[in-house]
């Protein structure tokens, strides 16, 4: 499997195995419409390896932690189990430690479906694979979502609190007043992490996030992104699935003569399977979902050189990445370009959201820009690319695209 692409369940029991070279946590979390979990019962690890549906299984650091989902078991509400791992030693990213998630028939052990997360880098908790309820089906999707903040990270979008350590306080004097008795203790949890408080007490705040950690949104307004950096494409709370448009724009360097690039996008699947490319030679695309401004052949002018309108709710289901790409067509290399740059732009109101400027060149003929992923849970991310390819048409650049996916 690949990111977001997903596979019905042709079996009602099905173990989630999740390996990697190092030992991981792994857990499962039932979650409602509304994305969250319930209540403590509805977070399954090695402390509370029970609940309603699903079971956890230590490997016992010799073989993979899993994670049994039995669907008939599942209680009405749930519609999705979303299965976690995070290195069992803290601190510890998951960079050239990438885990495999193997889907079994939990009856006989035989393999249904197997996804290894590409690319990963600096996260220490990963959202892996999640098993959802479509149209009265059970299926499974991979995911690969990854969080720089380990578990508060993976806290912050599924409804659960982080407990900061607390400093160690001095001993108390032996003339201090007695501690009440402690109201009889919950099932034990893992030490990081508990379910929000129960009615009728308000919930507290959720712990802010690391700076610089976790996916950024759009809440703040205007993002810049750096290369490989990840914005999320949600607006208070609520995915953006109207109208966008990516706007491309270079100049020549060095008071140069015209340079004649073309910016493209290119469609795929969830099995990275090209479905199509929108360029000047071929202005619309999965039925006028994605259409080009045209050609410009000088890159002269203020403003976006040539831009591309993206109707994210329109885009057809097979449709889950998208990658925005330039070439020089004429042959000049990227180091003749000076002010090379992307930008996402709220096609309604004309706000500008991401912004990516293309800080450093090489001697190539083509650069992968950004790229928009569908995620699991509906919304899409961009990300920033910058990544350099030898073609000077788009047509050399689908192979490559589909790799860096």
């Not at 309820?133 to 999707?141: E, F, I, S, V």
């Not at 032996?174 to 009889?184: F, G, H, I, S, Y």
Request: hydrophobic share 40%; charged share 20%.
């Amino acid at each position: 499997m690949t990111p977001g692409s997903n596979i019905p369940l042709p079996v009602t029991r099905v173990a989630v195995d999740v390996a990697a070279p190092v030992r991981l946590d792994v857990s499962g979390l039932l979650l409602t419409a509304d994305g969250k979990v319930r209540s403590d019962d509805d977070f399954i690890f090695f402390n509370q390896p029970t609940g309603p549906g699903v079971t956890y299984r230590s490997g016992g650091g010799t073989t993979p932690d899993s994670i049994t989902v039995d669907t008939t078991a599942v209680p009405p509400g749930i519609e999705k189990i979303v299965i976690t791992a995070s290195p069992d030693a803290a601190g510890q990213t998951f960079q050239g430690i990438e885990p495999t998630a193997t889907i079994r028939n939990a009856a006989d052990s035989s393999v249904i479906s197997t996804f290894t997360p590409p690319q990963l880098g600096t996260e220490t908790a990963l959202v892996i694979v999640e098993i959802y309820l479509r149209n009265g089906a059970w299926k499974a999707r991979a995911v690969g979502q990854g969080y720089a903040n380990g578990l508060a990270g993976i806290a912050t979008d599924f409804g659960v609190s982080v407990e900061e350590p607390a400093t160690p306080a001095p001993a108390p004097a032996q003339t201090a007043a007695p501690v009440a008795p402690a109201a009889p203790p919950a099932p034990a949890m893992d030490p990081r992490i508990s379910a929000p408080p129960a009615p009728p007490a308000p919930p507290a705040p959720p712990a802010a996030p690391a700076p610089g950690a976790g996916k950024i949104n759009l809440d703040k307004g205007r993002v810049s992104l750096q290369k490989n950096q990840t914005v999320s494409l949600v607006k208070g709370g609520r995915p953006l699935l109207s109208q966008v448009k990516m706007g491309l724009g270079w100049e020549p360097a060095y008071r140069g003569k015209d340079i004649d690039l073309d910016a493209s996008v290119i469609a795929y699947g969830p099995q990275r399977n090209h479905i199509d490319s929108c360029y000047f030679g071929k202005l619309s695309i999965v039925n006028g979902a994605i259409k080009h401004s045209g050609d410009n052949l000088t890159g002269e002018g203020g403003g976006d050189d040539e831009v591309i309108v993206v109707d994210l709710g329109r885009l057809p289901q097979e449709v889950t990445g998208l990658v925005f790409t330039v070439n020089s067509f004429s042959g000049q290399k990227f180091t003749e370009v000076a002010k090379a740059y992307c930008r996402l732009i709220d096609a309604a109101t004309g706000e500008e959201l991401v912004r990516f400027d293309l800080t450093n060149a090489e001697s190539q003929t083509g650069v992968m820009m950004a790229k928009l992923i569908k995620q699991f849970s509906g919304e899409w991310d961009m990300t920033a690319m910058g990544d350099f390819v030898k073609s000077r048409t788009v047509r050399g650049m689908v192979k490559p695209a589909a790799q860096a996916l």
